[in-house]
């Protein structure tokens, strides 16, 4: 009899210690989800990682936007550079197309992109 007391009083204190630990998981949940709620952090899921307008085909304005920008120029510039290192290097040496006659123009590398002010 006395057996089957305690395994009860032992079962009823692992239940209650159970219910406890549900009961402080629910409440750090509700505080988690009320801080994440104040601070907006869900309502950023679905913007977009990029200061780039996919739909408008425009930088967005602001810093990161006129980062993103100038990235893209200096990467336009790049293409150019090595689209005529490729022009100089891979052609004839001796100054015309050697197909058709004509004289190949001198190559002229593009001005490097300019930083825009930033007011």
């Not at 032992?10 to 709620?37: F, H, N, P, V, Y």
């Not at 120029?73 to 790049?78: C, D, S």
């Not at 004839?92 to 001005?111: A, S």
């Amino acid at each position: 009899q006395e057996m089957i007391e305690k395994r009860r009083v032992m079962a009823l204190e692992r239940e209650e210690k159970r219910w406890s630990d549900i009961r402080e998981g629910e409440t750090k949940q509700k505080s988690k989800s009320e801080c994440s709620r104040t601070k907006g952090l869900k309502a950023k899921t679905n913007m977009s990682g990029l200061h780039y307008n996919l739909i408008s085909q425009e930088y967005n304005e602001g810093e990161e936007g006129e980062k993103l920008k100038l990235k893209d120029l200096y990467m336009k510039h790049r293409m150019e550079i090595r689209k005529n290192r490729m022009k100089i290097n891979s052609g004839t040496k001796c100054g015309y197309n050697i197909i058709n006659g004509e004289k190949i123009p001198p190559v002229i590398d593009p001005p490097s992109p300019k930083k825009p002010q930033i007011n």
